[in-house]
């Protein structure tokens, strides 16, 4: 059983920051990459970022203003927001690419979610 369990949400005014933390847990023999997904309300969900074997991936829109991070040893993944804008506002998910000590195979994992609501 694996769980990945996001933290870190809020409300935030336009301009401020936030740092979105997802840990991995459960039987884990191996994460090849994680990241963060977004689903705003009536539209799909979309890439934020990603980060596998060092390389990151940034969506246009958050460039130069999300910082993706990984701490391996912790199984956990970050999202580090500034200058966060109203457009911004949507669930944010947190994804894993990981291989299970049981089945040895890599499959897709996601958090439940956590609100980001970017507001005056």
């Known amino acids: 059983q694996v769980q990945l369990v996001e933290s870190g949400g809020g409300l935030v005014q336009p301009g401020g920051s936030l740092r979105l933390s997802c840990a991995a847990s459960?039987?884990?023999?191996?994460?090849?990459?994680m990241g963060w997904y977004r689903q705003a309300p009536g539209k799909q969900r979309e890439l934020v970022a990603t980060?596998?074997?060092?390389?990151?991936n940034y969506a246009d829109s958050v460039k130069g203003r999300f910082t993706i991070s990984r701490d391996n040893a912790k199984n956990t993944v970050y999202l580090q927001m500034n200058s966060l804008k109203p457009e911004d506002t949507a669930v944010y998910y947190c994804?894993?690419?990981?291989?299970?000590?049981?089945?040895?195979?890599?499959?897709?994992?996601w958090g439940q979610g956590t609100q980001v609501t970017v507001s005056s």
């Open positions: 994804n894993a690419y990981l291989a299970t000590m049981d089945a040895f195979v890599f499959s897709y994992y």
């Open positions: 459960g039987s884990i023999f191996s994460i090849n990459a």
């Open positions: 980060t596998s074997r060092g390389i990151t």
